[in-house]
T-cell receptor, first 115, second 115 residues
Framework: AQKVTQAQTEISVVEKEDVTLDCVYETRDTTYYLFWYKQPPSGELVFLIRRNSFDEQNEISGRYSWNFQKSTSSFNFTITASQVVDSAVYFCALRGYSSASKIIFGSGTRLSIRP | EAQVTQNPRYLITVTGKKLTVTCSQNMNHEYMSWYRQDPGLGLRQIYYSMNVEVTDKGDVPEGYKVSRKEKRNFPLILESPSPNQTSLYFC??????????????FGPGTRLTVL
């Protein structure tokens, strides 16, 4: 069975603070793909990153960085020097190779950045 | 512009009145899928299609139907809507039928209220 857990339901920080959103996953596949999506208040889903299970290199894109650790089945997302525009719901998702038609989403983390 | 479109964006209806939410993509994608988003539950897959005339159930298919007569269209049909189908619905597509590393492209969402 596949599962994605985002234990943090809501996070609130003051602007310019760093914040990390946790994502823990379960899968029996050896090949799988992990995703992060952002859902701003306007409601659309914005793709942020895709990572495959063979690539454990951390990724940095501007103020965003992702830490993928297979040993702990985690794919955490950090925003450095947060801004009000980062306020959104963030979803982590998993797609296993053996059932690539199914994509499992976590329940999301609502991030509020206070000015 | 490459996009996934959904119509209508907002719909209020009454119990039992059949409705269809349309989804269309202009990227020649093989794979299409429907999700519903509910507070605290993230996105849950309703149905998906890997090719024309090929559809299969996701995690929450009860009360829904789909069809894939053309590659670009994947309508979601509620034959007899009930209040528990009040939700935010997303259509998504991705390039290949096997999925895997593909990134999904999401439509803007349809907010459905069933009274």
């Amino acid at each position: 069975a596949q599962k994605v857990t985002q234990a943090q339901t809501e996070i609130s920080v003051v602007e310019k603070e760093d914040v990390t959103l946790d994502c823990v996953y379960e899968t029996r596949d050896t090949t799988y793909y992990l995703f992060w999506y952002k859902q701003p208040p306007s409601g659309e889903l914005v793709f942020l990153i895709r990572r495959n299970s063979f690539d454990e290199q951390n990724e940095i894109s501007g103020r965003y960085s992702w830490n993928f650790q297979k040993s702990t089945s985690s794919f955490n997302f950090t925003i450095t020097a947060s801004q009000v525009v980062d306020s959104a719901v963030y979803f982590c998702a998993l797609r296993g190779y053996s059932s690539a038609s199914k994509i499992i989403f976590g329940s999301g983390t609502r991030l509020s950045i206070r000015p | 512009e490459a996009q996934v479109t959904q119509n209508p964006r907002y719909l209020i209806t009454v119990t039992g009145k059949k409705l269809t939410v349309t989804c269309s993509q202009n990227m020649n994608h093989e794979y299409m899928s429907w999700y519903r988003q509910d507070p605290g539950l993230g996105l849950r897959q309703i149905y998906y299609s890997m090719n024309v005339e090929v559809t299969d159930k996701g995690d929450v298919p009860e009360g829904y139907k789909v069809s894939r007569k053309e590659k670009r269209n994947f309508p979601l049909i509620l034959e007899s809507p009930s209040p528990n189908q009040t939700s935010l619905y997303f259509c998504a597509s991705s390039p290949t039928r096997s999925g895997g590393a593909d990134t999904q492209y999401f439509g803007p969402g349809t907010r459905l209220t069933v009274l």
